[in-house]
């Protein structure tokens, strides 16, 4: 079946602005700092959201208050001159920064690139649907997974200027949990938030590649997520599952893994495990939005054409 995709927005010009901003926890001054000195030295130019240091004056989890942090949001995605809207971090509140989203303004601004991963699962569900573009679930640059992991932060560099050349992805730790391919759009980011988004009305289009990772979850909590969005029927009509990673998920990653087995094993459709996308080292840059076949024997997804024009 064809499926719409979203709009390809433009890769980033080598000297090209983008707009660095808080939807949702506070960033560490200094961690903010390094991340803004590695997005310099791609030659880009880094504007702060104006609330990017804010803290919430009760709620200390919060980069400030939730209409600020929108309205960092929305100056960043309606100025003509910023290339790319990137998240500083995730942690919690991008459901609240989402309440004060005027959405219909957001959708006439043309295409541009959202770069975001974990709790931002949330924003991307909203730009992807309301917005018809595709987005980029990526280490966020006021995070140890961007300043300390090179890796993972060179694959968003490769994928932000070159995408032709980042077509297939596959994590090191790839393995089959179910095989066979499929094709279809990507579409998914972080499990608690697939989870609480639910009252947006955010679901994957029929025939989607699910992509779904989570961190700090006990295995009888994935458990829980999973069936709570298999009841929901979300994985109805997938075509097919590329589970990310699962740090900090119990001490013993093969009880999540047998999680997945029972819970989604019977779909009827090809799973990849740890295919490398999420919270793990080295975690790979993964477009969402974008037509994409899914080889679960050989652990791969491979875009049909590069993620960004």
Known sequence: MVLNRGVGPERLPPAGRVGLLPPAGPPDPDRLAAGERILAGWGLDVVRGAHVLDRHPTLDYLAGDDADRA???TAAWSDPGVAAVLC???????????????????????????VGSSDVTVLHGAIGAVCGVVTLFAPMPATEAFVDDPVAADHLRRVLFAPEGELVLRGPLAETLVGGRAGGVTFGGNLSLLVSRGPLGYRPPSGAIALV???????YKIDHLATHLLQAGWFDQVAGIALGSWERCGQDLAAVRRVFEDRLGG????????????HGRGQLTVPLGVHAELDADAGTLTLIEPALA
């Open 88 to 114: 500083a971090r995730g942690g919690y509140g991008s459901l609240r920064t989402a309440e004060h989203l005027d959405w219909a303004a957001l959708a006439a601004v043309p295409p541009k690139l959202f």
């Open 71 to 73: 309205a960092d949001l």
């Open 267 to 278: 779909l009827g459709v090809p799973v990849v495990w740890e295919h490398g996308f999420g």
């Open 213 to 219: 990772e989570d961190v700090g979850e006990d295995p």
